[in-house]
């Protein structure tokens, strides 16, 4: 059964840092591993999507990256604003198009 | 603007009382899922179709809780008889399934349940 980890459960940065999130999967038979952004009170927006063929998907100020043979997932996050302030979710598909999520960081950036 | 639509966004009942959420995903979008969202356990699937035939329901109380999509254009998730340790966010996500290709899910804003 895949399980999916996400470290640190909460972070706090001032504004204009570079930070990186981590997701961890135990099932490295992932067919893709998204990444969400959710605010609070919101639904879930999709903000990179990483086939198991790639190694890294850019978006703007983000980029995921793909690792599938450690079991391991990172978002990076450029130049971070408040906005950016919202928890993040990783997800693992493992084929059948179903997703197991991990449990999400909070961050916080500070004006 | 497509997006997957869910109604209500808040539903406050009495423990004993049947709930029915309903949720139109977007038009193409061959998949449809139902995934439950609490403090404790995060994100959980509940059930999942396609082509509106369900593939997966193992993650639902069978005894209380039914999933169906009567059309293509409406998914809906019943409890009878609700509960409190229902409460919870119930989201509905939806995608297109292809043989070849991963599958991009998009959720809706998600319907929040309080049984009292």
């Known amino acids: 059964k895949q399980e999916v980890t996400q470290i640190p459960a909460a972070l706090s940065v001032p504004e204009g840092e570079n930070l990186v999130l981590n997701c961890s999967f135990t099932d490295s038979a992932i067919y893709n591993l998204q990444w969400f952004r959710q605010d609070p009170g919101k639904g879930l927006t999709s903000l990179l999507l990483?086939?198991?063929?790639?190694r890294e998907q850019t978006s703007g100020r983000l980029n995921a990256s793909l690792d599938k043979s450690s079991g391991r997932s990172t978002l990076y996050i450029a130049a971070s604003q408040p906005g950016d302030s919202a928890t993040y979710l990783c997800a693992a598909d493992t084929g059948r198009r179903a997703l197991t999520f991990g449990s999400g960081t909070r961050l916080q950036v500070q004006p | 603007d497509a997006r997957v639509t869910q109604t209500p966004r808040d539903k406050v009942t009495e423990m004993g009382q049947e709930v029915t959420m309903r949720c139109q995903p977007i038009l193409g979008h061959n998949t449809v899922f139902w995934y439950r969202q609490t403090m404790m356990q995060g994100l959980e699937l509940l059930a999942y179709?396609?082509?509106?035939?369900?593939?997966?329901d193992s993650g639902m109380p069978k005894d209380r809780f039914s999933a169906e999509m009567p059309d293509a254009t409406l998914a809906t998730l019943k409890i009878q008889p609700s509960e409190p340790r229902d409460s919870a966010v119930y989201f509905c996500?939806?995608?297109?399934?292809?043989?070849?290709?991963?599958?991009?899910?998009?959720f809706g804003q998600g319907t929040r349940l309080t049984v009292v």
């Open positions: 996500a939806s995608g297109l399934v292809v043989a070849s290709g991963p599958t991009e899910a998009f």
């Open positions: 179709f396609r082509n509106r035939a369900p593939l997966d």
């Open positions: 990483i086939q198991s063929s790639q």
